[in-house]
């Protein structure tokens, strides 16, 4: 076996860079169905880092509006703070234990 270089068949091409041209014409369609996927996926990560950036900024602006209705919940459900606010209707924390009811079967 020698190595012998193809012989190009000039019939068919009318001139070199069309030949070099559709030689190379399934890598040339590789590389652009590369760049096509390589292009897509850009999009998609950027889309991504947008999506992802709008739920920072709505979970910082939930937790500014949480935390003080936290506090403000906990300071109204005190022993003290509900006690006044039951007052007016006479109602008062019991200082004895609560009775425990026993059956009695016949």
């Not at 009318?14 to 369609?29: H, Q, R």
Request: one cysteine or more.
């Amino acid at each position: 076996m020698k190595n012998e270089v193809p012989k190009i068949e000039r019939r068919k091409y009318t001139s070199v860079s069309n030949m070099m041209v559709y030689k190379n014409l399934p890598f040339l369609s590789v590389l652009c169905l590369l760049g096509l996927v390589y292009i897509a996926n850009v999009h998609i990560a950027e889309k991504n880092m947008q999506k992802s950036q709008k739920l920072l900024e709505e979970l910082r602006e939930l937790k500014s509006e949480y935390w003080p209705l936290k506090s403000s919940i906990l300071s109204n459900s005190t022993e003290v703070q509900i006690s006044k606010k039951v007052s007016d209707q006479q109602l008062y924390i019991r200082t004895d234990a609560p009775k425990k009811l026993i059956r009695k079967e016949n």
